[in-house]
T-cell receptor, first 111, second 112 residues
Framework: LAKTTQPISMDSYEGQEVNITCSHNNIATNDYITWYQQFPSQGPRFIIQGYKTKVTNEVASLFIPADRKSSTLSLPRVSLSDTAVYYC????????????FGIGTKLQVIP | SQTIHQWPATLVQPVGSPLSLECTVE??????LYWYRQAAGRGLQLLFY??????ISSEVPQNLSASRPQDRQFILSSKKLLLSDSGFYLC???????????FGPGTRLTVL
């Protein structure tokens, strides 16, 4: 499994765009990149998944450069309710029995 | 639609007592099932996963065990709890052949 590295914590003011970068230098050809969000005392929730270039949904955007050794989760105009821990995972789509949720990035949105 | 249930929501147990946490999934068939533990301020640790009835894979050697007596039921057990077993236990499921995991509400276990 490819190892991922993320910042432990980030602070942002309400209304700003937040970008969280994840490094995965040993990502394999078949690996996808998936981000989850976890609120306190809740289980993680799937946010977005991508393989290359850019993916966008109603919650976030995911930017993946050509070499795929990193990825950036972009949250537009964050609000206080976006305060959570964000996890970056790398693994084979469809064969995901073993995944490692690291410590993640704790995002604190400040009013 | 699919839903996942865990109970109890909170549990306080003395050291050396047994444990049984239950997880059930509704609205899907033959899901992959997972048990995770999250210690305070830590990431999620995968404990067990199952791809079918009676098929359990253990990721971390410990005094916990898991069973899958029915297709959509996953049970986490211990014969004798340790202080280090305290934490937030999460059950998750994914579709057969898919990777996105859907988590239950969790059980917060405190061992005293």
């Amino acid at each position: 499994l490819a190892k991922t590295t993320q910042p432990i914590s980030m602070d942002s003011y309400e209304g700003q765009e937040v970008n969280i970068t994840c490094s995965h230098n040993n990502i394999a050809t078949n690996d996808y990149i998936t981000w989850y969000q976890q609120f306190p005392s809740q289980g993680p929730r799937f946010i977005i998944q991508g393989y290359k270039t850019k993916v966008t949904n109603e919650v976030a955007s995911l930017f993946i450069p050509a070499d795929r050794k990193s990825s950036t989760l972009s949250l537009p105009r964050v609000s206080l309710s976006d305060t959570a821990v964000y996890y970056c995972l790398v693994g084979v789509s469809g064969g995901y029995q073993k995944v490692t949720f690291g410590i993640g990035t704790k995002l604190q949105v400040i009013p | 639609s699919q839903t996942i249930h865990q109970w109890p929501a909170t549990l306080v147990q003395p050291v050396g007592s047994p444990l049984s946490l239950e997880c059930t999934v509704e609205g899907t068939s033959n899901p992959n099932l997972y048990w995770y533990r999250q210690a305070a301020g830590r990431g999620l640790q995968l404990l067990f996963y199952s791809v079918g009835i009676g098929q359990i894979s253990s990721e971390v050697p410990q005094n916990l065990s898991a069973s899958r007596p029915q297709d959509r039921q996953f049970i986490l057990s211990s014969k004798k709890l340790l202080l280090s077993d305290s934490g937030f236990y999460l059950c998750a499921w994914s579709r057969e052949g898919a990777d996105t995991q859907y988590f239950g509400p969790g059980t917060r276990l405190t061992v005293l």
